[in-house]
């Protein structure tokens, strides 16, 4: 060969070396930024179970929606504690199915706090107020770490998907992320 | 919070997206935030003291208006040294794919990043041409917030994914607070219709409303309808007929004050633009100082207005629906009574303290997630080795 085709050879060589550890590392920044906005979904999740419970005990609801709400609150929480017990760092950060728990959560929440209970027990201004705070709070932000990990998700697949990715497997043994699809409307809001 | 926030247009041009960051900044400033925006302007222009100019803008057709935007070596120089002097927790950034400063900052920042779209009319030939080169960049969005549905099902349908809607904030105390003027004010015999908007811009629907005036006139001869909005005025006037040229006077350029002394003395607020419209930020404020709303079925203000809707709505571009629904509200002081009150009550929903409080809760979620997403990447190399990097 050449002198010149040795060139271009060593000019391709280094392009697709290049084009490689680039998508690699995209694609990399990519799967961290899923995990960290699933990080703060369970975040914010927690908050509102926690912040559920506090109200359920607060005694400032009727029995029955206190039972309904704790019993929702506590399905939650113990579902979030096992998942952090196996969430083992091999396997990668992932939802664990919670989604029906946390539904049925936001039906809970739904359900007893309708907009005149919320009035009520605003106005009595006692812990109760300031526990339907943070349950808004944590909730708005449910939906918004949502939103923001799927978008994440749906990045993440779409260059996994990208034919260089595939071939040179530069995705290495990561798991495919997937979106989180689970009711996530915020209690006692008239909209 | 350091917050740095990036304006793709020029604070010396009146504009939508430049009142919302204004806007922005000064709340954020209030609640004791650290706050620099980032904007095309002069060095020795005059312009508040939280906003670095990163120099001259040139005109550049875009989405249908024409919008000063400023790109080039100079400008990417300046953009990156405002990031480094910043050192902010997060940048926002407003219109992340014009051709501008946002773009830049966009490609130069390692910080966490949102991104705020408010048009709803992307160009998606210039979107597909470039997106091997943007799709990497929008990646770095890490929250996506759209100003309306309408803004963002553009983002959906171009950019893939999903962005949260939180609505253009408004200074509703300010509209609602404000005071009538008598020439301005509205009689059962006079009443008063207020246009708002470019008058040489034909989205903006003014030839609708002339051809409904005449419509409007044989039913309520005493009417009179006020122009208030930059154009060539006797262009403008040539192109009415003698009659409704009779009825109409134009009162150029206002100032906020005078805009908000306008809806609040008028019998009616009269949107008939025809598209291009993303938000409808005129109908908030006009709903805030209690105007009948009479608008036309863009799926923006239907948004707006909300449901039921507080205001009356008419086919785009239809004069005689436009007319009818005009008459209809100036026969109907029932209608009109009811429409005065539910206007501050939706526009409650657009106030600053409302929407600033949804933009923190953006930044928040994102910092949290940024913050993991650093952690676990240490992470992920040591235990993942084997994912090529």
């Not at chain 1, 359920?56 to 609801?61: D, F, K, P, T, V």
């Not at chain 2, 134009?250 to 805009?259: D, N």
């Not at chain 2, 948004?303 to 008459?327: N, Q």
Request: a negative charge; aromatic letters at 6%; proline letters at 5%.
């Amino acid at each position: 060969m050449s002198g010149l085709a040795w060139v271009v050879l060593l000019v391709v060589v280094l392009a697709v070396g290049w084009y490689l550890t680039y998508s690699a590392a995209r694609l990399d920044r990519l799967h961290a930024r899923a995990e960290g906005a699933l990080t703060a979904l369970d975040a914010q999740l927690v908050r509102r179970a926690e912040a559920t419970l506090e109200l359920a005990n607060s005694g400032e609801l009727d029995a029955a929606s206190s039972l309904i709400l704790a019993a929702a609150a506590s399905e939650s929480l113990e579902r979030q504690t096992e998942h952090l017990v196996d969430g083992d760092l091999l396997d990668g950060v992932h939802f664990g199915g919670r989604e029906s728990v946390e539904s049925d959560l936001t039906a809970a929440l739904t359900t007893a706090l309708t907009p005149d209970v919320v009035a009520q027990v605003r106005a009595a201004g006692q812990i109760g107020a300031a526990d339907l705070e943070r349950i808004e709070a944590a909730a708005i932000r449910v939906q918004l770490a949502r939103r923001f990990h799927n978008n994440a998700v749906t990045d993440v697949r779409r260059v996994r998907e990208k034919g260089v990715v595939r071939l040179f497997r530069l995705a290495g043994h990561a798991p495919l992320p997937e979106t989180v699809e689970f009711d996530d409307t915020v209690p006692g809001v008239r909209r | 919070m350091k917050i740095g926030i990036v304006c793709p247009y020029s604070f010396d041009v009146p504009g939508g997206v430049q009142f919302h960051v204004r806007d922005l900044a000064e709340h954020f400033i209030a609640e004791g935030h650290t706050v620099s925006v980032l904007a095309p302007g002069d060095e020795d222009g005059r312009h508040p003291h939280y906003l670095v100019p990163c120099g001259r803008a040139v005109p550049v057709r875009y989405n249908g208006s024409v919008a000063r935007v400023n790109i080039g070596p100079v400008t990417a120089t300046r953009t990156s040294r405002w990031l480094d002097d910043g050192d902010f927790d997060i940048v926002h950034l407003h219109e992340p794919v014009t051709p501008s400063v946002s773009l830049l900052a966009l490609r130069a920042t390692d910080r966490p990043v949102v991104a705020t779209f408010h048009t709803s009319l992307l160009r998606s030939r210039a979107m597909q041409a470039a997106s091997p080169l943007l799709q990497p960049l929008i990646e770095r969005i890490l929250g996506r917030i759209a100003v309306s549905e309408a803004a963002r099902s553009t983002v959906t349908s171009h950019l893939g994914g999903d962005a949260v809607v939180i609505p253009n904030g408004v200074r509703t105390r300010f509209f609602r607070d404000a005071e009538a003027r008598a020439e301005w004010q509205g009689a059962p015999e006079a009443p008063t219709l207020a246009f708002l908007g470019r008058i040489d811009e034909p989205r903006k629907g003014l030839h609708v409303l002339a051809e409904a005036m005449t419509q409007i006139l044989a039913a309520h001869p005493g009417t009179r309808l006020l122009v208030a909005g930059p154009g060539d005025v006797e262009a403008a006037r040539d192109r009415l007929s003698p009659a409704v040229r009779a009825a109409t006077t134009f009162l150029g350029l206002v100032s906020e004050e005078e805009k908000s002394a306008l809806l609040t003395s008028v019998s009616a607020y009269v949107a008939p633009h025809t598209g291009g419209e993303s938000f409808g930020i005129v109908l908030v404020e006009a709903m805030a100082a209690g105007a009948p709303v009479v608008a036309s079925d863009l799926t923006a203000f239907i948004g707006v207005l909300g449901t039921p809707p507080a205001g009356v709505v008419f086919p785009v571009a239809d004069a005689g629906a436009l007319a009818e629904a005009v008459v209809r509200l100036l026969d109907d002081g029932r209608l009109s009574d009811r429409l005065r009150l539910a206007g501050p009550r939706r526009a409650a929903a657009f106030d600053w303290d409302t929407v600033a409080t949804q933009i923190m809760a953006v930044y928040e979620t994102v910092l949290h997630a940024a913050d993991s997403a650093q952690a676990d990447s240490v992470w992920s190399r040591f235990f993942r080795g084997g994912r090529s990097t």
